[in-house]
């Protein structure tokens, strides 16, 4: 059996409809050994390819073929992510860097955040001389 290289992404979830995953195809996000692969391309059990989402390179084996879309909790019983290590470490730090130490909701800084920011990333900070009086507030 054989199953079109879109037609699976659509079905393993990779992609929220088959036309976005021909869309990657056309643009050369999914490869399989360096080679860029066409939508109408076929995989077969055993294939590992690639899927360029974002500054991360995805890799998966394909065990078992489905042209129907699965729910999320069959898909490991039909593809095997074994993307490389170093790549899902580019994934936790792009987590990271998104995350400012501002809580959501809070707005835009106030003048004196946006000081206490320009204070805090000057050159000539030392936090342990830094004096904080919580009665001024």
């Known amino acids: 059996?054989?199953?079109?290289?879109?037609?699976?992404l659509f079905a393993m979830r990779i992609y929220k409809t088959r036309s976005i995953a021909?869309?990657?195809c056309k643009k050369g996000r999914v490869t399989m050994n360096g080679v860029q692969l066409k939508p109408a391309r076929t995989?077969?059990?055993?294939?590992?390819?690639?899927?360029?989402?974002g500054p991360?390179?995805?890799?998966?084996?394909v065990l078992q073929l489905s042209e129907?879309?699965?729910?999320?909790k069959l898909v490991p019983d039909y593809?095997?992510?074994?993307?490389?290590?170093?790549?899902?470490e580019l994934l936790e730090l792009a987590r990271l860097a998104g995350q400012t130490g501002r809580d959501r909701g809070t707005g835009r800084p106030t003048k004196k955040d946006r000081r206490e920011i320009e204070t805090f990333l000057s050159d000539d900070y030392d936090p342990l001389f830094d004096t904080f009086d919580d009665d001024e507030e």
């Open 56 to 61: 991360i390179t995805y890799t998966y084996r």
């Open 79 to 88: 593809m095997r992510d074994i993307t490389a290590p170093d790549q899902l």
């Open 43 to 53: 995989f077969h059990v055993g294939d590992v390819f690639s899927v360029r989402k």
């Open 1 to 8: 059996m054989e199953v079109r290289v879109d037609k699976y």
């Open 22 to 24: 021909a869309d990657a």
């Open 68 to 72: 129907h879309r699965l729910g999320a």
